[in-house]
């Protein structure tokens, strides 16, 4: 068991990219981490020896969070790891993996809508009032609907932005619990799996941006806001936070 005098957070998708990011920064404010990972455990080692090297303690779980016997396990052995969690990152998400979609057309909307509310569900009874949830999204996602969508990513944006909508409906029961949540949007992150694969199916889209914006954000730039916005105790329940292009900026 750790040190309860210490935050405690537990990030989903923590072993590369934004997740990996966040959980370093974090570690750095003095926060313990626990961090899912989906396959390569080694990664996610990596992730955790940061953790321990910024002083902070450490807990590196498998898991798929569409699948409820995983989520169960996952916070069995969190539970065992810490008396609470001041702080759950929704970093995980996914829909661009063809041999899931081959397999699951509905994979997109089960992981980045309908896990989000298994893992969250998971989370409220080690969650103390004063805690926060943070939901990471994407401009098109957080946008869906009202901006211009790449044809790839569209089963992403959708879901993702029917994720977001499904937590906000359920503020009202965090917030009677003492919890807040927070939305952190962000443009094509430099360091992350999503540009790669949308430079698939829309050559030359990341390049496209980096000269509209002139820098897209880094992974380390988003991990830090996400850590700086749990921290910041006066941002409200619902408040977004934007990294990157403004919510004004159209990101086709």
Not at 10 to 25: D, E, K, P, Q
Not at 47 to 56: E, K, L, Q, Y
Not at 112 to 117: H, S
Not at 172 to 182: D, I, K, N, W
């Amino acid at each position: 068991m750790i040190d309860s005098r210490r935050p405690a957070a537990l990030i989903t998708g923590g072993s590369r990219g934004i997740g990996a990011a966040t959980a370093r920064a974090l570690a750095h404010q003095g926060y313990d981490v626990a961090l899912t990972y989906n396959n390569k455990r080694a990664r996610a080692e990596e992730v955790a020896d940061a953790v321990r090297n910024a002083g902070g303690q450490t807990l590196v779980l498998s898991c798929d969070i569409t699948n409820p016997d995983d989520i169960a396990r996952l916070y069995s052995e969190v539970g065992q790891w810490s008396t609470r969690l001041d702080l759950l990152v929704l970093n995980a998400s996914g829909g661009l993996e063809k041999d899931r979609l081959a397999a699951d057309p509905d994979f997109p909307m089960r992981i980045n809508r309908d896990a989000q509310l298994s893992v969250l569900d998971g989370a409220l009874a080690l969650m103390p009032s004063g805690g926060t949830v943070v939901f990471v999204t994407s401009h098109w996602a957080h946008l869906y609907g009202r901006v211009d969508q790449i044809p790839a990513y569209e089963p992403i944006a959708a879901s993702k932005h029917a994720g977001e909508v499904a937590l906000r409906a359920r503020m009202e029961q965090l917030s009677r619990a003492g919890l807040r949540l927070l939305i952190v949007t962000g443009d094509l992150v430099e360091g992350t799996i999503t540009p790669r694969l949308l430079e698939r199916a829309a050559p030359g889209l990341t390049e496209a941006r980096r000269q509209s914006l002139g820098a897209l954000p880094t992974a380390e730039e988003f991990g830090q806001a996400i850590a700086a916005s749990a921290m910041n105790a006066t941002l409200p329940s619902g408040q977004v936070v934007v990294v990157g292009s403004p919510l004004g900026t159209d990101p086709q």
